[in-house]
């Protein structure tokens, strides 16, 4: 949940706890639900585990009479033992156990701006564009930085309520409240067609090139000089502008008792208390309210039409249709060579994968092979995915 001045918007959850059935908030006392005096079910604001209240505020339905709520339950399913599978083995968890928590300990590793620079326009640049400004060919991936993180953060309270307006601006720098995240998820999940290929050390470096780009700070000083090294050390001595910028307040030892205090107060999320038998299901408004459009938008470009027929393909229409998937599909690899693609136009690259022959090339690319998924991570039919294959070795040659 995003603190926005005075204002409450929720934007992302702060909660993660195992609740059985939650639902909107209700009154403070628990109510049932009866069929001929027989008490079908209980809905209760504490949980019957450990008495406490409903974490995110809503509501639980214990088990009673063989329902929870208005479904039924499986008694013996749910009271039978589990007896498949086994025990997870220290190596198996380890191996699986690569989260980096906000307060460390953070893994042992260090790499430079400079470092970092290098390995992002090898490996990211094609996504993420120059400088970590967006990819404006691509779309679909986020920018990394817009500017000084610490001036943008003052954006995050803007509201847009005239076109001309400004709007936040939320990027890593300005609006992440922790590095920590941003050094998992590059270390788990990128680069895109490779994830799991950095070393933690490319890693660190990664990260302090992220710093340097959004002038951030650590341990007081401005990320400037190129040979900065970020490490193990002076990590948690990053300095995130919107570091409290969220709430409740998840971090510590009360992190989940906090939560629960703060959403069982419903007008700190812009809710309100029902009693159980207040809620209106059906035919629930008795006036409409027509809201008008107060700013009209004329100017469109291209401008507004009901036409719905398709266009006319143009001439040359399979190649057309074949360089469009190439560019929202395959452009990210083959035009800068990540993860070992050949490169578009690259004969000498291409004459290699050729050598195989072109039905091997065409098997390969459907079925997939190294890191590029099957068909490159498209729908398209064999067929179509052929006339790709033949585009960019047309383009090659």
């Given amino acids: 949940?995003?603190?926005?001045?005075?204002?409450?918007?929720?934007?992302?959850?702060?909660?993660?706890?195992?609740?059985?059935?939650?639902?909107?908030?209700?009154?403070?006392?628990?109510?049932?639900?009866?069929?001929?005096?027989?008490?079908?079910?209980?809905?209760?604001?504490?949980?019957?585990?450990?008495?406490?209240?409903?974490?995110?505020?809503?509501?639980?339905?214990?088990?009673?009479?063989?329902?929870?709520?208005?479904?039924?339950?499986?008694?013996?399913?749910?009271?039978?033992?589990?007896?498949?599978?086994?025990?997870?083995?220290?190596?198996?968890?380890?191996?699986?156990?690569?989260?980096?928590?906000?307060?460390?300990?953070?893994?042992?590793?260090?790499?430079?701006?400079?470092?970092?620079?290098?390995?992002?326009?090898?490996?990211?640049?094609?996504?993420?564009?120059?400088?970590?400004?967006?990819?404006?060919?691509?779309?679909?991936?986020?920018?990394?930085?817009?500017?000084?993180?610490?001036?943008?953060?003052?954006?995050?309270?803007?509201?847009?309520?005239?076109?001309?307006?400004?709007?936040?601006?939320?990027?890593?720098?300005?609006?992440?409240?922790?590095?920590?995240?941003?050094?998992?998820?590059?270390?788990?999940?990128?680069?895109?067609?490779?994830?799991?290929?950095?070393?933690?050390?490319?890693?660190?470096?990664?990260?302090?090139?992220?710093?340097?780009?959004?002038?951030?700070?650590?341990?007081?000083?401005?990320?400037?000089?190129?040979?900065?090294?970020?490490?193990?050390?002076?990590?948690?001595?990053?300095e995130m502008p919107n570091v409290n910028g969220f709430v409740p307040e998840i971090r510590g030892p009360k992190g989940l008792e906090n939560t629960r205090a703060y959403m069982n107060v419903p007008k700190n999320y812009g809710a309100r208390t029902l009693a159980e038998d207040g809620r209106c299901m059906h035919d629930c408004l008795k006036e409409v309210k027509v809201q008008r459009i107060t700013i009209e938008q004329k100017n469109f470009l291209p401008p507004l039409s009901e036409e719905r027929s398709l266009p006319k393909q143009k001439e040359g229409g399979a190649e057309a249709k074949a360089k469009a998937v190439y560019e929202a599909s395959c452009a990210m690899c083959h035009d800068s060579g990540a993860a070992g693609a050949p490169t578009l136009g690259n004969k000498a690259e291409w004459a290699k994968v050729l050598k195989k022959g072109i039905k091997k090339v065409y098997a390969n690319g459907i079925n997939g092979i190294n890191a590029m998924p099957p068909k490159g991570g498209t729908s398209i039919s064999d067929a179509e995915f052929k006339s790709v294959v033949d585009y960019i070795v047309n383009k090659s040659k």
């Fill in 1 to 238: 949940m995003f603190k926005l001045s005075h204002k409450r918007l929720i934007t992302i959850s702060a909660v993660a706890a195992a609740v059985t059935f939650t639902a909107c908030v209700g009154a403070d006392t628990g109510t049932s639900s009866s069929v001929e005096g027989k008490t079908r079910y209980v809905v209760s604001h504490t949980y019957d585990f450990n008495g406490k209240k409903v974490i995110d505020g809503g509501v639980s339905y214990p088990i009673v009479n063989g329902f929870s709520g208005p479904y039924a339950v499986n008694e013996k399913a749910r009271t039978t033992a589990y007896n498949k599978g086994r025990e997870a083995t220290p190596a198996e968890i380890k191996a699986w156990d690569v989260d980096v928590m906000y307060n460390g300990p953070f893994p042992e590793g260090h790499g430079t701006v400079a470092e970092g620079e290098a390995i992002y326009e090898e490996k990211c640049l094609a996504c993420h564009g120059d400088f970590g400004s967006g990819a404006a060919n691509v779309g679909i991936y986020p920018a990394l930085t817009k500017g000084n993180a610490y001036e943008l953060q003052k954006t995050l309270t803007n509201q847009r309520l005239t076109p001309d307006d400004d709007g936040p601006v939320r990027v890593f720098g300005s609006y992440w409240p922790y590095p920590s995240t941003a050094l998992w998820y590059i270390k788990t999940g990128m680069p895109h067609p490779a994830p799991k290929s950095l070393t933690w050390d490319e890693t660190y470096a990664l990260v302090a090139y992220m710093l340097n780009l959004n002038e951030l700070k650590v341990d007081g000083e401005v990320v400037e000089d190129e040979d900065f090294e970020l490490n193990q050390d002076n990590f948690g001595k990053i």
